[in-house]
């Protein structure tokens, strides 16, 4: 009796270890579980945006995916496209009108996706401190959506861990300034998993046998400056100074003036201006200082000269924080790709004293100067209130530019 209740609980075992077996593909009946240990890497930001220096890949040509050299998808993705459609959000590219898609193969949610591209000449990054680029995805658990980026050199590699969210664009920045092979990636690797737990699922269950979830790479990049709102203590994203002494402390860029013309210079960058026709800086101007002078060059116009400046007003000696809009709609230079912008602190005393907080700076597109061609210096009602009077002036040689013209009143 004891051999028969021992053989048939041996059978039970072996029946119900064979169906276990049969419910999953040779090999990998063992491997693979999220990890919770795995996490956005300390030498990784996610930051509000980013300004490149270098621009690797845009993703904006059809080109730019399924070609020798080019964009080729890898383990755990069924193929890479360039695409301009997005799922559930966010509706838009990050820059341009398309972006790269890794299309998910049948994998658990924990197995990367990815897609590498190698380059015949290799990638000199010496010149920024962050690879940059902004990253999408389709969304399913509330978190833990993670991007590995590879940066390989021959046969060394540089690997990074994000956290990014489904349907928006992450902003992410990665410092490569620590790794010495920077001046010379022959290949860029992206991987993405969601690191979620299975343990509550149960064959059958959505997503228990895969979980098909793409995501997009857009305006892959080399950046100096990540956002330009110096919240990291002691990046001052690029930005270097003359005649003053720079560091980032407390969420601002701090220039300490140690000249009589101290000078603050953008590190290099590639910024669209034609649709961007100011240039703001939020800071504290708690310096002698009561005038900036902004001067630029562009890709169209690389020479420093002064045709491409222009001198503006501040306060000086203000302890509140105030926006400062540099409108340049009125200036023909200011159009085309900006490569660098600097700005030179003036006053009429020779001041080198005080401090200037910058919190922010940013491209913002402001309405339009609007010039009139003369002033306006009397408009009222008539004392026998029987007619309405407006007096002006045309400013000199105004007057041919008008001749037959004539002047109308609205009521608004
Ligand atoms: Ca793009
Ligand atoms: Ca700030």
Not at 257 to 274: C, E
Not at 279 to 288: A, G, T
Request: a negative charge.
């Amino acid at each position: 009796m004891m051999k028969l209740k021992r053989l048939k609980t041996l059978l039970v075992y072996s029946v119900l270890l064979a169906l276990t077996l049969q419910a999953y593909p040779a090999g990998i009946v063992f491997a693979g579980t999220h990890d919770p240990d795995l996490k956005a890497s300390p030498h990784v930001l996610n930051v509000t945006g980013y300004t490149p220096s270098i621009v690797i890949d845009d993703f904006n040509e059809p080109d730019a995916v399924n070609q020798p050299g080019k964009w080729t998808s890898g383990a755990g993705a069924e193929k890479v496209t360039y695409a301009d459609r997005y799922a559930n959000g966010p509706n838009s590219p990050y820059e341009g009108s398309h972006v790269l898609e890794v299309w998910s193969d049948e994998v658990k949610a924990y197995e990367w996706r990815t897609v590498s591209r190698t380059f015949d000449q290799p990638l000199d990054l010496s010149g920024v401190n962050y690879l940059t680029f902004a990253a999408n995805c389709y969304g399913w658990q509330t978190e833990d959506y993670l991007i590995k980026v590879t940066l390989f050199s021959g046969e060394d590699s540089y690997e990074s861990i994000a956290q990014i969210n489904p349907n928006s664009w992450s902003k992410v920045a990665v410092s490569v300034k620590d790794w010495a092979l920077r001046d010379h990636v022959t290949k860029i690797e992206f991987a993405f998993m969601l690191n979620f737990d299975h343990g509550g699922l149960k064959p059958g269950d959505p997503g228990y046998e895969f979980w098909g979830g793409n995501y997009q790479i857009d305006y892959l990049s080399g950046s100096n400056a990540i956002g330009m709102d110096f919240n990291v203590d002691g990046e001052t994203e690029g930005f270097t100074a003359q005649g003053a002494e720079v560091d980032a402390a407390g969420g601002e860029l701090r220039l300490t003036p140690a000249g009589v013309a101290p000078v603050l210079q953008s590190p290099m960058i590639i910024q669209d201006i034609d649709h961007y026709n100011t240039l703001s800086v939020k800071w504290k101007n708690e310096s002698p200082f009561s005038k900036v002078k902004v001067e630029w060059i562009t890709e169209e116009s690389p020479d420093w000269d002064e045709t491409k400046s222009e001198v503006f007003d501040i306060e000086a000696d203000n302890s509140q924080s105030v926006e400062q809009e540099f409108n340049l709609s009125l200036h023909p230079e200011w159009s085309g790709s900006l490569k660098q912008f600097r700005l030179t602190f003036l006053s009429g005393g020779g001041a080198s004293t005080g401090e200037i907080g910058i919190d922010q700076i940013r491209f913002k597109q402001l309405a339009p100067i609007e010039v009139f061609p003369g002033e306006l210096t009397k408009h009222e009602i008539a004392a026998s209130r029987d007619r309405i009077v407006i007096e002006g002036a045309l400013k000199p040689g105004e007057a041919e530019n008008f001749e037959g013209g004539v002047l109308q009143l609205f009521e608004l």
